[in-house]
């Protein structure tokens, strides 16, 4: 069964800082890699999606690479703002069958970015 | 354009009720997907429709759960004999056909079981 583990749980950082959000995967078995931003109360806005045969994806500060081998991502978010607030969420698409390509999530990253 | 829609956003319901939540997907969109969020986890799939059927349901939890979408546009989630851990937030997304294709999220309904 695949699980999808998220470090850290939790991150603060100050405001224009670089940072690094880790996702590991124990099936490299996988279609795609998409990660997800979901605000308090909100659902999940699509960030990024990356093809297994492709290593990253770029848009506008974010970055996210994949190294399926291994069975981990990263998301790379450059010069944080307070509006990157939110609890960021990795989720792997394997095929499961009859067309089906769910989604298997990891627990999320809550990210505070102080002003 | 519209995105996907659930409704009601919040539902409070006793133990023992009978609950059924709506999705409207995106117009086009063929495949549609239930996941469920309880607190502090990520969402966990439930069921997965491709037009009017359900090609994978292998996500519900026992037999009270059951998902129908007869024109294959809406879907209705239908949970008998609510129980207190059935309390999440139940997403829904579509996509636009079968395949590894991305899936776009509605904003979730929140059910409280009391």
């Known amino acids: 069964k695949q699980e999808v583990t998220q470090i850290p749980a939790a991150l603060s950082v100050p405001e224009g800082e670089n940072l690094v959000l880790n996702c590991s995967f124990t099936?490299?078995?996988?279609?795609?890699l998409q990660w997800f931003r979901q605000d308090p109360g909100k659902g999940l806005t699509s960030l990024l999606l990356?093809?297994?045969?492709?290593r990253e994806q770029t848009s506008g500060r974010l970055n996210a690479s994949l190294d399926k081998s291994s069975g981990r991502s990263t998301l790379y978010i450059a010069a944080s703002q307070p509006g990157d607030s939110a609890t960021y969420l990795c989720?792997?698409?394997?095929?499961?069958?009859?067309?089906?390509?769910?989604?298997?999530f990891g627990k999320g990253t809550k990210l505070s970015v102080i002003p | 354009g519209a995105g996907v829609s659930q409704t009601p956003s919040n539902k409070v319901t006793e133990k023992g009720k009978y609950v059924e939540l709506r999705c409207d997907p995106i117009?086009?969109?063929?495949?549609l997907y239930w996941y469920r969020q309880s607190l502090g986890q990520g969402p966990e799939f439930l069921i997965y429709?491709?037009?009017?059927?359900?090609?994978?349901d292998s996500g519900l939890p026992n037999d009270r759960f059951f998902a129908v979408r007869p024109e294959g546009s809406v879907s209705t989630l239908k949970i008998q004999r609510t129980e207190r851990g059935d309390s999440a937030v139940y997403l829904c997304?579509?996509?636009?056909?079968?395949?590894?294709?991305?899936?776009?999220f509605g904003p979730g309904t929140r059910l409280t079981v009391t």
């Open positions: 997304a579509s996509s636009l056909s079968s395949g590894g294709y991305e899936q776009y």
């Open positions: 099936d490299s078995a996988i279609y795609n």
């Open positions: 990356i093809q297994s045969s492709q």
């Open positions: 989720a792997v698409r394997k095929y499961s069958g009859a067309g089906s390509y769910q989604l298997t």
């Open positions: 117009s086009g969109h063929t495949a």
């Open positions: 429709f491709q037009g009017t059927g359900a090609a994978d």
